[in-house]
């Protein structure tokens, strides 16, 4: 690994906290330099030797600084991401990128015009199931692919305390910006971008301003129909992953277990970080030329976020083509709004 990246966070709350500081430490790509923190310092609790300045502002003034991390709301992004990039600063960019596919080629654009890299943060694709659904698409066991389901379900009957994810006024509020682009990536990593597609919001939780459900259906060459739906009144978890082909069927339930493990305090480098615990497995039908089932249980592949941040120190170091790309960004964005 060649010279770490000096980095600072935009902030530290669960996102720095959970899915940022623990790479930026434990990654030796990376060197966490430094976090915005307004009120409570509770980055250095963990990260003594971590600067806590007050102000973005501040952040982006340390010339030592290579790389920001934008993870502040999703209305924010836009205003901070060209402000780091008129810093000279790289930038890596929590999702939704934005809330319009605007602001997202302008941002691109200055990026470009700068000589600087603006990378978008779609840790979902090294989740564990669907490293694992990838695999057996990717594989062509399922023979030519038929349905292909990915849900992402909560119960969270309360609004959240945090008004601006609960009100209509601030652009990006409710769940099709903030699951949706975790759901919509995976699908563009596999599909590329559909001829065309369907979408339904609904709002059900009692004073909601903002869509608490959605669904999406897309339509690919071949008769591919694919289908992603995330709620945050689902009592009965249903799986995040079912696959039919002409074949077989492939189901798996999401069981990803590292956002809880990094939750729990558990670093990357453990080597129990990842992996599924037993009983988790995803279920693989195919079926004979006497159509009798073969059923067949696959353990997930270990679930790995350090991957975008190795993939992200070698697009900065070595030039090397970020798997997220501008394409990718602009076709979610086009979703999103729709």
Avoid at 13 to 18: A, L, T, W, Y
Avoid at 150 to 169: C, G, H, N, Q, V
Wanted: with cysteine; glycine share 8%; charged share 20%.
């Amino acid at each position: 690994m060649s010279t770490p990246i000096v980095t600072g966070l935009m902030a530290y709350g669960m996102s720095g906290r959970i899915f940022q500081a623990p790479f930026l430490t434990t990654n030796p790509g990376f060197k966490f330099k430094a976090v915005v923190e307004r009120h409570e310092k509770k980055a250095g609790l963990r990260y003594p030797d971590v600067i806590s300045y007050n102000s973005v502002d501040e952040l982006l003034a340390d010339e030592e600084i290579e790389l920001v991390i934008v993870n502040t709301p999703g209305n924010t992004h836009f205003e901070l991401t060209m402000k780091a990039l008129n810093a000279g600063k790289h930038v890596l960019l929590e999702k939704p990128a934005a809330t319009n596919g605007a602001d997202v080629k302008t941002m691109y654009d200055l990026a470009k015009k700068l000589n600087l890299h603006l990378l978008v943060y779609q840790n979902r694709r090294w989740d564990s199931g669907f490293l694992q659904a990838k695999e057996v698409i990717e594989s062509g066991r399922l023979g030519q692919l038929i349905e292909v389901y990915f849900r992402m379900d909560r119960y969270k009957r309360a609004l959240s305390p945090k008004i601006f994810k609960e009100t209509a006024a601030t652009p990006g509020a409710g769940l099709v910006y903030d699951l949706g682009p975790h759901l919509i990536d995976n699908v563009i990593c596999l599909f590329g971008k559909p001829l065309s597609f369907t979408k339904t919001t609904g709002i059900y939780r009692e004073g909601s301003e903002v869509p608490d459900y959605f669904t999406y259906h897309f339509i690919y060459p071949n008769q591919l129909n694919v289908f992603v739906t995330a709620s945050l009144l689902i009592a009965e978890v249903l799986p995040g992953f079912a696959v039919h082909g002409t074949l077989g069927s492939y189901v798996k339930d999401r069981c990803d277990v590292q956002e809880a493990q990094l939750d729990g305090g558990m670093l990357p480098t453990d080597p129990a970080y990842g992996i599924e615990p037993e009983g988790s497995e995803g279920k693989l039908v195919l079926m004979d030329l006497n159509n009798k089932p073969n059923v067949e249980r696959i353990k997930a592949p270990k679930g790995h976020y350090n991957g975008l941040f190795d993939a992200v120190h070698h697009t900065i170091r070595q030039n090397a083509l970020y798997p997220i790309t501008e394409e990718h960004i602009a076709w979610q964005l086009e979703l999103l709004e729709a």
